[in-house]
């Protein structure tokens, strides 16, 4: 849930820059107001990817900052030496390079992956995984992370969200050129109302891309070990008490909109499907 939350929350601050900058090139000549179709779909298409190839690249110094997650460079205990030992072991299994592993502070069973490359990537716990899960359980997750690296599910989406991206600015550039006054304010508004609109897209693609990492989880570890470690959630969600109500570990579920911008699927399709297995 963290890393596309984060992924989807940068790229927004990038295109609400990007669209500023648009309308200062516009402003200044260098892109004509009145340019062809196809030049402003290049154009648009040159801002979009720019913006979700820079959200990507940002993504892992935007996870560390806004977790406070600290990069283990040397294990200083029997838990940090584990945990460097099971991504090691994964990551060789998986066939990728060794990834950054790190740990913050949170009360929340959570993980996540990210990273530009599948060769240099950061994969995260929270201490309240390392507390409140067993290890084969912790390692499923673990795996279920390194699954999304192998499959470089970040450059899958970030490549969805260019696409996205460019309709984005060209749809809102159009509709905008169709008023009078206020051009600007208009493009800004539906710029901002589309981005939305793609996140959700995204965040479609993103739960289709969580069934596999299970699947690959699954087969790293063990299915009954990633079964396992996701009735742990469900069973904590289940259990307000315990954790609080913000727990969104592998993402939960929600009504309406909230369902549409879900990046996991529900917990319960999920153990379904790992037991068919």
């Known amino acids: 849930m963290l890393r ?3 992924f989807i929350a940068t790229n927004l601050a990038v295109l609400f820059v990007a669209a500023i900058a648009m309308a200062v ?5 260098i892109i004509p107001p009145d340019a062809p179709y196809i030049q402003m779909l290049i154009w648009c298409a040159i801002f979009g990817f720019g913006g979700a190839f820079i959200s990507l690249a940002m993504s892992k110094w935007v996870a560390k900052t806004s977790t406070r997650a600290r990069v ?3 294990p200083s205990n029997e838990i940090e030496r584990w945990l460097i030992e099971t991504v090691q072991r994964q990551a060789k299994e998986a066939g990728i390079g060794m990834p950054e592993v790190a740990v913050y502070d949170s009360p929340d069973p ?16 929270s201490t309240g995984l390392l507390r409140l899960m067993s290890r084969e359980e912790a390692e499923a997750v673990l795996a279920h992370e390194v699954t999304h690296v192998a499959n470089g599910d970040m450059v899958t989406l970030t490549l969805i969200q260019g696409v996205l991206n460019t309709f984005v600015f060209f749809l809102a550039r159009i509709i905008a050129s169709q008023f009078e006054r206020g051009r600007f304010m208009i ?11 793609a996140s959700m897209i995204v965040a479609w693609f993103s739960r289709r891309r969580e069934f596999r990492a299970d699947a690959g989880g699954a087969k790293l570890q063990s299915p009954q070990a990633m079964a396992s470690a996701l009735n742990r959630l469900r ?3 289940d259990a307000p008490s315990q954790l609080p109500d913000n727990m969104t570990a592998f993402g939960i579920r ?5 369902k549409l911008m879900a990046t996991h699927p529900p917990l319960e399709e999920r153990i379904a499907r790992l037991q068919a297995l």
């Open 72 to 74: 283990i460079e040397s």
């Open 254 to 258: 929600g009504e309406g909109m909230l």
């Open 4 to 6: 596309i939350a984060l």
């Open 110 to 125: 959570n993980a996540f992956a990210t990273g530009m490359f599948r060769n240099n990537a950061l994969v995260a716990v």
């Open 235 to 237: 069973a904590m969600r």
């Open 187 to 197: 493009y800004i508004a539906l710029q901002m109302l589309f981005g939305v609109a």
């Open 25 to 29: 090139l516009t402003a200044l000549g």
